[in-house]
T-cell receptor, first 113, second 112 residues
Framework: DAKTTQPPSMDCAEGRAANLPCNHS???????VYWYRQIHSQGPQYIIH???NNETNEMASLIITEDRKSSTLILPHATLRDTAVYYC??????????????FGKGTSLLVTP | DGGITQSPKYLFRKEGQNVTLSCEQN?????MYWYRQDPGQGLRLIYY???????QKGDIAEGYSVSREKKESFPLTVTSAQKNPTAFYLC???????????FGPGTRLTVL
C-alpha cells in the first residue's frame, strides 16, 4: 500500500471548518483513500473513503486532487467532540492482507472553544 | 444494538503468564482483525481472519495466537513469548464490501 504523510498536529476553532491534508504521492490507480479518527482511548471510527471523485457524507467531505497525489478531509463545522487523531490510509481493494488497514501516526486535531 | 465487544477493558497480568483477550461481534461480518497500539503510535496488524477456521499472520504476529471457531468470535492469546505485551489491543470486523471496519472499544493490557 502507498505511504501517506500527514502533519502531526493541527488546531481549529470551534465552529470553523477543519481542513486536514494528506499526501499520498505514490498512490496506485486501484488504491482508495480512507479516513478514520480515534478519540482518546477508544477504537477508531470510519469517516469516509474515495477513489478519485470527491465524496461527502454526514460527517465530512473528502477532496481528492485530480492527480490523486493528495487529499483533504474537511469537517465543515468543527465541534469540541471532533478533537481526535485523524488517520489517512491508502489501501488497495484487491484483498491483500485481508483488507487490513495500515495506520500511520495520523494528525492530532485539537478543536478549541 | 449491533457492534463489537471486547472484554475486559483493563487487564493486568504478571510477566510470563499467557492471557486471552475476548472479541465478539454480532454484525454477521466474515472478516475480523486484531491490532496493537502503543502510546503515540498508529495501529499495527497482529492477525486477521476472513472466514471461520482460517486466519493469517499480520505484521507483528510473533508471540500471539488466535482462533476462529465461530463467525462471531476471534479471541487473541498473548503468550509469554511476546517480549513487550503491554499495549492497547483493538479488535475490528468488516462486512462483504470491506469498506468500513468497525472497531471494538479496546483492551488495555498491562504486564507487571
Amino acid at each position: 500500500d502507498a505511504k501517506t504523510t500527514q502533519p502531526p498536529s493541527m488546531d481549529c476553532a470551534e465552529g470553523r471548518a477543519a481542513n486536514l491534508p494528506c499526501n499520498h504521492s505514490t498512490i496506485s490507480g486501484n488504491e482508495y483513500v480512507y479516513w478514520y479518527r480515534q478519540i482518546h482511548s477508544q477504537g477508531p471510527q470510519y469517516i469516509i473513503h474515495g477513489l478519485k471523485n470527491n465524496e461527502t457524507n454526514e460527517m465530512a467531505s473528502l477532496i481528492i486532487t485530480e492527480d490523486r497525489k493528495s487529499s483533504t478531509l474537511i469537517l465543515p463545522h468543527a465541534t469540541l467532540r471532533d478533537t481526535a487523531v485523524y488517520y489517512c490510509i491508502v489501501r488497495v481493494a484487491d484483498g491483500n492482507s485481508g483488507y487490513a488497514l495500515n495506520f500511520g501516526k495520523g494528525t492530532s486535531l485539537l478543536v478549541t472553544p | 444494538d449491533g457492534g463489537i465487544t471486547q472484554s475486559p477493558k483493563y487487564l493486568f497480568r504478571k510477566e510470563g503468564q499467557n492471557v486471552t483477550l475476548s472479541c465478539e461481534q454480532n454484525l454477521n461480518h466474515d472478516a475480523m482483525y486484531w491490532y496493537r497500539q502503543d502510546p503515540g503510535q498508529g495501529l499495527r496488524l497482529i492477525y486477521y481472519s476472513q472466514i471461520v477456521n482460517d486466519f493469517q499472520k499480520g505484521d507483528i504476529a510473533e508471540g500471539y495466537s488466535v482462533s476462529r471457531e465461530k463467525k462471531e468470535s476471534f479471541p487473541l492469546t498473548v503468550t509469554s513469548a511476546q517480549k513487550n505485551p503491554t499495549a492497547f489491543y483493538l479488535c475490528a470486523s468488516t462486512g462483504l464490501t470491506y469498506n468500513e471496519q468497525f472497531f471494538g472499544p479496546g483492551t488495555r493490557l498491562t504486564v507487571l
